[in-house]
């Protein structure tokens, strides 16, 4: 392999590279977060798909929301935590760290499985240790964009980004519940492991820019942050759009519950039509990631309508049961998804100063994930006791108000509209 250093391009050809090939740094580390993000969604579905059709007799629905809320419930608990650690330390040895500690936490619980007698209450607490490395991993990444690529870069480096959860819903969903069903919980955990340690070693190899005259390579900003609870107070413009999707989350986030539950008592399906389900959700996500900065409009506005279609998408399953439909459904909700979230966290990069995004991206983690815990709790406990088609009904019916509170806010001057930089 050649040390010598890449030939200069002109900006006709960075114009038509990708990011992720013309920015190495940022390629490995973007690679890392898909690796990680696909890890913790495989064990996620996995495991949910485990306990549905393996693991408990009863009470499916509240076993699977359980487990689902335990997963989300670092994000929201550790914010402060993780706003200081991300605040204080280089970027580069968190995102590491993350990342190692989480392969450590997956090789112990295969090794576990592996033996046999495996309990509940062991994948509960790996399912939470994940979470939480991932609780690290994701806002330092959001936080360290800047440090990776050019300012010209951010939109395109965010859709990037955003698309790592599509991506891992793709090749999670596609893994996870397969996995169970060939190799069990062992097998599950030994893939998590073996992606969560190559994470570590591709964030380990990128090389971040300084970040100003004289700053040490790899070091976060120096100036102070300010407290936590003073920075969304600060940017009412984002605080309502937060509540909005926080609202939104409560049940657009329960489509992880309620999918394992409508392939067993809907469609009659194993680990394979889970695998397609997800699999669905996730190409429709990676498709809105890229399609997202495309969107017309100012973001409020398009995002009220991603929202309504979203709600339409995820409402159509509990009237049309046949598997294309359904999985057609969730390509549409996985774009409106995607597509909605590339034009609002490229708008907070922009709107947020940069002495609070390190807080401002723990919070908006914190804030979007803590109805998450909510929904899967809410969601799996009415799937013991009504069909998984009125609770798909619930969903779409459930966004409207969230769609059109958030078609309502008036926009500041600084807004950009669709397409602007």
Known sequence: ??????????????????????????????????????????????????????????????AS????????????????????????????????????????ASGALALWASGGGLPLAAV?????????????????LTTSVPEL???????????????????????????????????????????CAAAYLGAALLVASARFRTVGPGAVADAPAPSRPRPLRRILAELPYVRRILVCFTAANLFTAAVFVVIPLYTRSVLAGGGGTVALLEASLGTGTLVGAFTGARMPGRPTVAGAYGLGLMALALALPGLLTHRAAVMGCLVVAGWCAGAVSVRFVALFQRLVPAAD????????????????????????????????????LVQGVGLVPAACALALLESPAAEPAGGER
């Not at 330390?89 to 993350?98: E, I, K, N, Q, Y």
Request: hydrophobic fraction near 55%; aromatic fraction near 8%.
């Open 1 to 62: 392999m050649t040390t010598a250093p890449p030939p200069v391009r002109t900006g006709a050809d960075r114009r038509r590279a990708p990011l992720v090939l013309r920015n190495r740094a940022f390629g490995a580390v973007w690679l890392g977060q898909v690796l990680t993000q696909a890890a913790v969604r495989m064990f996620q579905v996995g495991t949910a798909w485990w306990i549905v059709a393996y693991a408990v007799d009863d009470a499916r629905g509240l």
């Open 124 to 140: 509960y607490a790996a399912g939470l240790a994940l979470a939480a490395c991932q609780a690290f991993f994701d806002p330092c």
């Open 149 to 191: 690529v050019d300012d010209a870069d951010i939109e395109t480096a965010t859709g990037f980004e955003l698309s790592t959860q599509s991506l891992a819903g793709l090749g999670g969903a596609l893994l996870g519940a397969l996995t169970v069903d060939r190799a069990g919980v062992a097998g599950l955990a030994s893939g």
């Open 357 to 392: 995004k390190p807080g401002f991206f723990a919070v908006m983690q914190a804030v979007l994930g803590a109805s998450v815990p909510v929904a899967s709790l809410a969601f799996g406990l009415a799937g013991d006791f009504v069909s998984p088609q009125v609770l798909c």
């Open 65 to 104: 929301g359980l487990f689902m809320a335990a997963c989300t419930l670092p994000a929201v608990a550790l914010a402060p935590v993780v706003a200081s650690a991300v605040a204080r330390f280089v970027h580069r040895s968190v995102l590491r760290t993350a990342a190692a500690l989480a392969g450590g």
